[in-house]
Structure formats: structure tokens, C-alpha cells
């Protein structure tokens, strides 16, 4: 995850020269802003196409360029026509040769960043919609990870029921679990936050500098269909806790703190998430050291 990407001349991305430089929280480095390098690359792919030069042809040509053959031929009286082929690097052939699918993820990719700026209007005070930050920012705490903890463990004291208890220790576990796993996949996938954000964030672990998946969206739906499941609500009430994983989610890209790929992926991540808490539901009969302890408190 933390190789650098590389140009066509096989030199790491943002390293560079003008056209090719990126900064944090540019598209090429996955992050927010719009214009950049990530632009930039995606253009020259379409434009090669629209210019009809197919991209294998490219590539034989910048195998045939004098750049490439100097040192490749050995120097000998056989000529180049019996020499082996020069090669690329592996990486350099990718970029030349894209697949359909390479092209559909960096088009979703052009469209989520234009689409996340657009969607930012309250990612500062004197953005657009400034005035609704603070109640954006309360949102924010109404879905962070010590929100949940706390209320969990608190509740979990005060439950005086075996049943209120098997519940909310599998909400702890559950909102444990989730924690882990948003963290392993911020740190390997390393996806900046949009540009525009102001990273003002109630307590944050080292890990939420990224932004790819959004934590609060996977609690939102995590949480969300924990609570539908095992509480009995009236309708009202429930079609309250899917608009509060919704807005919460829509809040993320809003604030500025993600794009919407990240809000999509979190709320899948999480509802996947509740199927696996469900599969390993603890109780008194698989994990009965857990509760005798918790007894025992
Ligand atoms: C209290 C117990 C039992 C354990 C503590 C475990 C622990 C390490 C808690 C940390 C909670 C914490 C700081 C979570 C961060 C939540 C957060 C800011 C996520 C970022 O959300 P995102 O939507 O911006 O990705």
C-alpha cells in the first residue's frame, strides 16, 4: 500500500516536475481537491483513446523509442532484429495498457472527488452552508466511537437483566470489532481526507488522519441494525434510527471529512460488519467466563 505510483517513466508520483506534482489530499494521493495530477492522468488516458492511439501500440512505441533501447541491445554484429526485446517495468505496462475496469474505477474515482467537493458545504465556516457546521459537528459526536463505549459500558452497569446484558455485551464487542477492523483498513489502504477538511475532530486514534472507510459510517450502520434487530421499537422510532445513520453518513461528506466513496463503503462495511456479530453472538453458553466475570462486578 505504500509503494508510490508511478508515471509513465516509472518515477514515483508527486516526486517531481510541475505536471505531475500532488500534495496531500490530491487525487493522487486519493485525497480531495478536484483538479490535480489524478486529473491529470485521467485525461491523458481518455485522450490517447479519442486520439486513436491504442495504448498496446503506445506501448511498443516507447519500447522502440531510443530511450529505451540504449543498453538494451548487446553490441554485437547481429543487429537489433536479433536482439531480445526490451522490457518495461511491470508497473509502466499497466498504465499503458488499461483495462476496461482500470478505466470504470479511475472514472468513479473523477466522479466521487467532484461529486464529494460539490457535497462539502459546510467544511468551513465561510463555506456555503458555515452556519450548519455546528450542528454537523454535534452529529459527529452523536456517532464517535466514545459515544458508543461509553454508553454501552454505562448501560451494561446499570442492566439488571441476563438478557439486557447478552445484549449490550455483544454491542460492546460488536463496536469493538468495528474499531479494529476500520482501523486495519485506513492504515493499509492510506486514503488521505479531502483537501477542504479542517481536521478538528473530537479524539482521534493516529489512524483517522485517513479517511477511507468512514468510521462513523460504519457505526451508523452497524449500530443501526443492531438496534432494529434487538430492540423493540415502535415504527417511528426506527424509521428515526435509519434517518440518523443516513444523515450521519451524509454529515461525513458535508463536514468535508470524506468522500463519498468512503460514507458508500462504510455503510456497507458495517452492515457486513452485524452479520459477523450475529454469527458469534456471545452468551452464557459460548462464552460463560465472560458473563461469570461480569457477574462477579
Ligand atoms: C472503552 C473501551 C472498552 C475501549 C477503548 C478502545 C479504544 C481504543 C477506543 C478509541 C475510541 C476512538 C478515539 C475512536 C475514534 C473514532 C473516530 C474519530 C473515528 C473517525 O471517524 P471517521 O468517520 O472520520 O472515519
Known amino acids: 500500500m505504500a509503494s508510490p505510483r508511478r508515471s509513465v517513466e516509472g518515477r514515483p508520483l508527486g516526486a517531481s516536475a510541475s505536471s505531475n506534482s500532488s500534495s496531500p489530499g490530491s487525487p493522487a494521493h486519493g485525497g480531495g481537491g478536484g ?11 481518455l485522450s ?3 486520439a486513436g492511439v491504442d495504448p498496446t501500440c503506445a506501448r511498443l512505441r516507447a519500447s522502440e523509442s531510443p530511450v ?14 536479433q536482439a531480445p526485446p526490451p522490457t518495461l517495468p511491470e508497473e509502466d505496462r499497466m498504465d499503458l495498457n488499461p483495462s476496461f475496469l482500470g478505466i470504470a474505477l479511475r472514472s468513479l474515482l473523477a466522479i466521487d472527488l467532484w461529486l464529494s ?3 462539502g458545504v459546510c467544511a468551513g465556516e465561510s463555506s456555503s452552508w458555515g452556519s450548519v457546521r455546528p450542528l454537523m459537528k454535534l452529529l459527529e459526536i452523536s456517532g464517535h466511537g466514545i459515544t458508543w463505549l461509553l454508553g454501552t459500558l454505562y448501560c451494561l452497569y446499570r442492566s439488571d437483566s ?15 470489532l468495528d474499531l479494529l477492523v476500520v482501523a486495519l483498513i485506513k492504515g493499509l489502504v492510506r486514503r488521505r481526507r479531502p483537501a477542504h477538511n479542517q481536521m478538528d475532530m473530537f479524539v482521534t ?11 462513523h459510517a460504519t457505526r451508523a450502520s452497524l449500530v443501526s441494525r443492531f438496534i432494529l434487530k434487538h430492540l423493540v421499537l415502535a415504527i417511528p422510532l426506527r424509521v428515526l434510527v435509519i434517518l440518523w445513520a443516513f444523515i450521519l453518513g451524509l454529515s461525513r461528506v458535508m463536514l468535508g471529512r470524506h468522500n463519498v466513496t468512503d460514507v458508500a463503503f462504510g455503510f456497507f462495511l458495517g452492515y457486513m460488519q452485524y452479520s459477523i456479530v450475529d454469527y458469534c453472538w456471545l452468551s452464557p453458553h459460548n462464552a460463560p467466563v465472560l458473563f461469570i466475570l461480569w457477574n462477579q462486578q
Open 68 to 81: 529505451h533501447r540504449r543498453g538494451s541491445f548487446p553490441l554485437t554484429a547481429a543487429g537489433p532484429s
Open 117 to 119: 467537493k460539490k457535497l
Open 162 to 176: 441476563w438478557a439486557g446484558r447478552e445484549v449490550l455485551m455483544n454491542l460492546l464487542f460488536a463496536l469493538l
Open 205 to 215: 486514534l493516529s489512524v483517522d488522519k485517513y479517511s477511507f472507510p468512514s468510521g
Open 35 to 45: 483538479g490535480g495530477s489524478g486529473r491529470f492522468e485521467f485525461q491523458s488516458l
Open 48 to 50: 490517447s483513446r479519442a
